[in-house]
């Protein structure tokens, strides 16, 4: 078999596994030892973020060009491309370009503890 039709074979199946491995972390608990939700939620208010995403806990503005942020811990993938778990997410928080190139989400100038409490409250948007 040559490389070319083997690496053509086994592209789709490094892909499915990379996706199962992605939905599997999905479920791993989502635990910020010393992360305050209710300091998130304020910094959500304070840094503006419902500008641009729909946040619950924050009546106006309501964005709508990045996504809802309703049932955010619920949802198995950051932005549609990450894993959502902890570390990543505070890495997104703090600069989303850095993880995904081309992110439409700029760098918010958090500092690791402020995305910390962010994550924190995005982990309360479940969607019960």
């Given at each position: 078999?040559?490389?070319?039709?083997?690496?053509?074979?086994?592209?789709?199946?490094?892909?499915?596994?990379?996706?199962?491995?992605?939905?599997?972390?999905?479920?791993?608990?989502?635990?910020?030892?010393?992360?305050?939700?209710?300091?998130?939620?304020?910094?959500v208010r304070a840094?503006?973020?419902?500008?641009?995403?729909?946040?619950?806990?924050?009546?106006?503005?309501?964005?709508?060009?990045?996504?809802?942020?309703?049932?955010?811990?619920?949802?198995?993938?950051?932005?549609?491309?990450?894993?959502?778990?902890?570390?990543?997410?505070?890495?997104?928080?703090?600069?989303?370009?850095?993880?995904?190139?081309?992110?439409?989400?700029?760098?918010?100038?958090?500092?690791?503890?402020?995305?910390?409490?962010?994550?924190?409250?995005?982990?309360?948007?479940?969607?019960?």
């Amino acid at each position: 078999m040559r490389w070319t039709t083997r690496l053509a074979t086994m592209v789709p199946l490094l892909a499915l596994a990379l996706l199962a491995g992605c939905a599997e972390k999905a479920d791993q608990p989502r635990v910020l030892a010393g992360a305050d939700a209710g300091r998130g939620l304020a910094l959500v208010r304070a840094n503006g973020c419902a500008a641009c995403h729909a946040v619950p806990g924050v009546a106006w503005p309501r964005g709508e060009v990045g996504g809802p942020l309703a049932g955010f811990a619920d949802r198995p993938l950051i932005a549609g491309r990450l894993p959502n778990q902890p570390r990543t997410l505070v890495a997104w928080l703090r600069d989303p370009p850095a993880l995904s190139p081309g992110a439409a989400m700029p760098a918010t100038g958090l500092s690791e503890a402020q995305a910390r409490d962010v994550a924190a409250y995005l982990y309360t948007l479940d969607g019960r």
